[in-house]
């Protein structure tokens, strides 16, 4: 069985570019979220996919978006990045309804420079 | 506005001691209060409640919830040197994906 894997673990992006960040989901799962950590912090909840379809968003820009694919990976995409985008970036995914709460992946830390 | 409030932020306590985490929440439609351990990156899930006063344990580990007074409580007794972590709580909320964390509690424990 395999668990949540997050790619790259690292990365360095200049002030106003673009990113993707790349999430496989463990397996049988159709729901992902992604969470952004900064350092001291909890993480804060940045939207939720549903079998493809945002099903949540927390309290940040358009500028974040994100794709879920039929094989229930995901994607984050930040456009225009800003050096408080620099964080830990977790992503997680669950069943839909379950008593075995989120599976993370170890997240990549992306710094703004 | 939807909050989880964690206390204390910090604790240091010695190789054996008890300890009681707190975890209160205000979230808008509410459906679930998770805890998880957090050592270096990626959470791992400890509990997942829904149900006032029905305790989860998992061997030194337990935790209860209690939807009226809106707060949970996080025991981890007899603890080790491998109990030091960050302890994340979250409330979740509604249909919408409503997900938020608390700032979460360090603990060391000292040998």
């Known amino acids: 069985e395999t668990g949540v894997t997050q790619s790259p673990t690292h990365l360095i992006k200049t002030r106003g570019q673009q990113v993707t960040l790349r999430c496989s989901s463990q397996?049988?799962?159709?729901?992902v979220s992604w969470y952004q950590q900064a350092l001291g912090q909890g993480p804060q909840f940045i939207f939720q996919?549903?079998?493809?379809?945002?099903?949540g968003r927390g309290n940040f820009p358009p500028r974040f978006s994100g794709l879920q694919f039929p094989n229930y990976s995901s994607e984050l995409n930040v456009n225009a990045l800003e050096l408080d985008d620099s964080a830990l970036y977790l992503c997680?995914?669950?069943?839909?309804?379950?008593?075995?709460?989120?599976?993370f992946g170890s997240g990549t830390r992306l710094t703004v420079v | 506005e939807d909050k989880v409030v964690q206390s204390p932020l910090s604790l240091v306590v010695h190789e054996g001691d008890t300890v009681t985490l707190n975890c209160s929440y205000e979230?808008?439609?509410?459906?679930?209060l998770l805890w998880y351990k957090q050592e270096k990156k990626a959470p791992t899930f400890l509990f997942m409640l829904?149900?006032?006063?029905i305790e989860k344990k998992s061997g030194r580990l337990s935790s209860i919830l209690d939807k009226k007074e809106l707060f949970s409580i996080l025991n981890i007794t007899a603890t080790q040197t491998g109990d030091s972590a960050v302890y994340l709580c979250?409330?979740?909320?509604?249909?919408?994906?409503?997900?938020?964390f608390g700032k979460g509690t360090k603990l060391s424990v000292k040998p």
């Open positions: 997680a995914s669950s069943l839909w309804v379950t008593d075995y709460g989120y599976t």
């Open positions: 397996s049988g799962h159709n729901t």
């Open positions: 996919y549903y079998r493809e379809e945002e099903n």
């Open positions: 979230v808008t439609n509410f459906r679930s």
């Open positions: 829904t149900s006032s006063g």
């Open positions: 979250e409330g979740a909320g509604g249909s919408q994906g409503n997900l938020i």
